[in-house]
């Protein structure tokens, strides 16, 4: 089974700071895995994801995430925080190995970003 | 929200009756998916579709059916059956070309409240 996990309900930080919304993740094979945005009452936004290759990634918005096999994380982070920022955010795995594997999303990660 | 059209937006229905949310997406995408989202619990997989005329459970599909005859459209009924229908439901889209690692393009959602 796959699983993910969002361990912070809501993360707060000053506009100018540097975010990090924490994600790990469990599958038996090859993670694939995705970061998405949602702003309220509206659907997900895609961000970024990692497949293969550079550990960094660099997505949307100003957004990266950098995936850690031996932690089995998949933080995303960015350097300059924006009070537009400020919105829910969803870690995704999908199984790489096991193409009958849907994606499995944490349970979001609510972002305030304060002026 | 991309080329992901939901109808409608907001839908009231009384205990006992069935309802059908509309999902229409114009990506050429092979593959749909249906998610309830309910606070805190992250996105629930209810039914996926990757062909016409195919359509497979996902990991809440009791009290709900689909229908997928036209590459376009895969609407939802929420049937009697579910209990707790009460939930904001997200259709999305997703491209099969190349393998399971391209990111799902969401609709904006439809909240249904049950009186």
Known sequence: AQSVAQPEDQVNVAEGNPLTVKCTYSVSGNPYLFWYVQYPNRGLQFLLKYITGDNLVKGSYGFEAEFNKSQTSFHLKKPSALVSDSALYFCAVRDGDNAGNMLTFGGGTRLMVKP | DGGI???????????????????????????????????????????????????????????????????????????????????????????????????????????????
């Not at chain 2, 805190?40 to 016409?52: A, K």
């Not at chain 2, 895969?74 to 059956?81: D, G, I, K």
Request: proline share 5%.
């Open chain 2, 5 to 115: 059209t939901q109808s409608p937006k907001y839908l009231f229905r009384k205990e006992g009756q069935n309802v059908t949310l509309s999902c229409e997406q114009n990506l050429n995408h092979d593959a749909m998916y249906w998610y309830r989202q309910d606070p805190g619990q992250g996105l629930r997989l209810i039914y996926y579709s990757q062909i016409v005329n195919d359509f497979q459970k996902g990991d809440i599909a009791e009290g709900y059916s689909v229908s997928r005859e036209k590459k376009e459209s895969f609407p939802l009924t929420v049937t009697s059956a579910q209990k707790n229908p009460t939930a904001f439901y997200l259709c999305a889209s997703g491209d099969l070309g190349g393998g399971m690692y391209n990111e799902q393009f969401f609709g904006p959602g439809t909240r249904l409240t049950v009186l």
